[in-house]
């Protein structure tokens, strides 16, 4: 796969919209349209002190209508956030990857994917991951796990556990990750409101990191034309919430917010943040 623009949707998977000069269009019924629209923070619109985000890369063309297909990474793919976006993405180039083989692979036949087990937590894992698929035109990030404790029962097991999930997978990811130019990496933060909250100290420290993290790598990666998307979500109906009795009342299937993520994703500017 050679060099090449941000990729536009073009098949005919449960997303099709068609990126233009502003928005992309969704294609579903009226009443399917999301209301409100995602927040969108575009790069080089300036963001705390001094400006956190940098220019888009001149260098970047324009997207081009005529690609017919995106290589799609979806890591933490057997979760249900993971999983729904690989069905919504069913038509593309599309690898999965998670640490469960089994669904991992069942999921794969599903949508017609290739399937690659990996520990992201785990250096060299991830390395042979990355190496394994090759340049990337969209990753999706949606390796994640919640925990629960009160400060003062919280041990070092669980702490080290929420940051290995939500930190260093990222940051191996995007170690060993090659993309092309104008390529997409989403990777998903929260609402502090929600997560900085009694019991959840480790949790909310490890989303914290992780959207620090993600905010130096911005500016680095942005020098390679790829353009790195922090995601926020309300509450979303997964098995991430099984631990904690189930998903708060209102919470979204994950189908929808999928669909919110992708329609937001491929609007012109790229977002840096998207708050959904």
Do not use: C
């Amino acid at each position: 796969m050679s060099p090449r623009a941000s990729p536009a949707f073009s098949t005919g998977g449960p997303f099709t919209p068609s990126t233009g000069a502003s928005s992309a269009t969704w294609r579903g019924p009226s009443s399917a349209r999301p209301k409100p629209k995602p927040k969108l923070h575009h790069e080089g619109a300036g963001r705390g002190e001094g400006g956190a985000f940098l220019p888009t890369p001149q260098t970047a063309p324009a997207p081009s209508p005529n690609v017919k297909a995106m290589r799609v990474l979806i890591t933490g793919a057997t979760g249900g956030l993971g999983g729904a976006f690989a069905r919504a993405l069913k038509g593309h180039d599309l690898l999965l990857s998670g640490r469960r083989a089994g669904a991992l692979a069942e999921l794969a036949r599903e949508v017609g994917a290739r399937a690659l087990p990996a520990d992201l937590a785990d250096d060299l894992e991830a390395k042979a991951l990355l190496e394994e698929v090759g340049p990337l035109d969209l990753l999706v990030h949606a390796v994640g796990k919640a925990g629960r404790a009160s400060v003062r029962e919280a041990g070092r097991d669980l702490v080290e556990e929420m940051l290995a999930a939500h930190l260093l997978t990222a940051a191996f990811v995007l170690k060993h990750a090659r993309f092309q130019k104008g390529a997409r990496a989403v990777f998903f933060g929260a609402y502090p409101r929600y997560v900085q909250v009694p019991g959840f100290a480790a949790y909310a420290a490890a989303k914290g990191a992780l959207e620090a993290y993600l905010e130096a790598a911005r500016k680095e990666l942005l020098r390679e034309g790829v353009h790195l998307v922090l995601v926020r979500l309300p509450a979303v109906a997964t098995g991430l919430w099984a631990p904690l009795g189930g998903p708060p009342k209102g919470a979204l299937s994950p189908e929808e917010a999928a669909r919110k993520v992708l329609e937001g994703l491929f609007r012109e500017p790229v977002p840096a943040l998207l708050e959904v």
